[in-house]
């Protein structure tokens, strides 16, 4: 099974300020003949469901906000918030589709400073 | 509008079985793969199940595999999960989660607790 490992564990960032996410995979998850990172990241609020944010590691899921970016390739994956909102409190996650079994990361937790 | 509501979910003793619904609506049910997503409280996200449009290809997660048997029916633009001898450790939300790249649309999620 492909491992995701998230870092940090949690955070606390200033209103404004920026929040990085790093998201690991045991293996790439990169396909050379679509040329696509098979890695999705969520956004789960208190008592919601999961949100899909971004989808191909960097392909932004409609109504997203461009301060959300995602980016990176193969094995190594980030989530940026560039300006901390208060709507972007959350718990955050990657997951890999590229093989079954599908697997997400454990999660970070995004908090306010 | 796409909706997802799960139901079905409830409290089960160790060993019983249930099974859930995931009724669909606002888009083209049978032009999309579907899946059983389920969260521990308080834990993170674990897929276990995925149904292709047409049933011909599914998945199961090594920990429900020969237990849970996911399903279709196109006509009704739903899926189910059948859950037998459940475990302690299958207490969670079960989600049902549309594919499209990722998981694009999620249901509110049913709670499955299991205790004596």
């Known amino acids: 099974d492909i491992v995701m490992t998230q870092s940090p564990e949690s955070l606390a960032v ?6 990085t996410i ?5 293996q790439n998850v990169f396909y050379s003949a679509d040329n696509k990172n098979y890695l999705a990241w969520y956004q789960q609020k208190s ?8 989808y191909w590691a960097s392909t932004r899921e409609s109504g997203v906000p461009d ?3 995602g980016s990176g390739s193969g094995t190594d994956f980030t989530l940026t918030i560039s300006s901390l909102q208060a709507e972007d ?16 990361g454990q999660g970070t937790k995004v908090e306010i400073k | 509008e796409v909706l997802l509501v799960e139901s079905g979910g409830g409290l089960v003793q160790p060993g019983g079985s249930l099974r859930l619904s995931c009724a669909t609506s606002g888009f ?16 993170g996200l674990e897929w276990i199940s995925y149904i292709s449009i047409s049933a011909t290809t599914i998945y199961y997660a090594d920990s429900v595999e020969g237990r849970f048997t996911i399903s279709r029916d196109n006509a009704k633009n739903s899926i189910y999960l059948q859950m037998t001898n459940l475990r302690a450790d299958d207490t969670a939300v079960y989600y049902c989660a549309r ?12 709670l499955v607790t299991v205790s004596s």
């Open chain 1, 22 to 26: 790093n998201c690991k995979s045991s």
């Open chain 2, 28 to 43: 083209s049910f049978n032009g999309y793969s579907m899946n059983w997503v389920r969260q521990a409280p308080g834990k």
């Open chain 1, 67 to 69: 301060r959300i970016s």
């Open chain 1, 14 to 19: 200033s209103l404004g300020e920026r929040a």
């Open chain 1, 47 to 54: 008592g919601q469901p999961p949100k899909l944010l971004f």
């Open chain 2, 99 to 110: 594919a499209s790249p990722g998981f694009d649309c999620w249901g509110q999620g049913t």
């Open chain 1, 89 to 104: 409190v959350a718990l955050y996650y990657c997951q890999q589709y590229y093989t079954t079994p599908w697997t997400f």
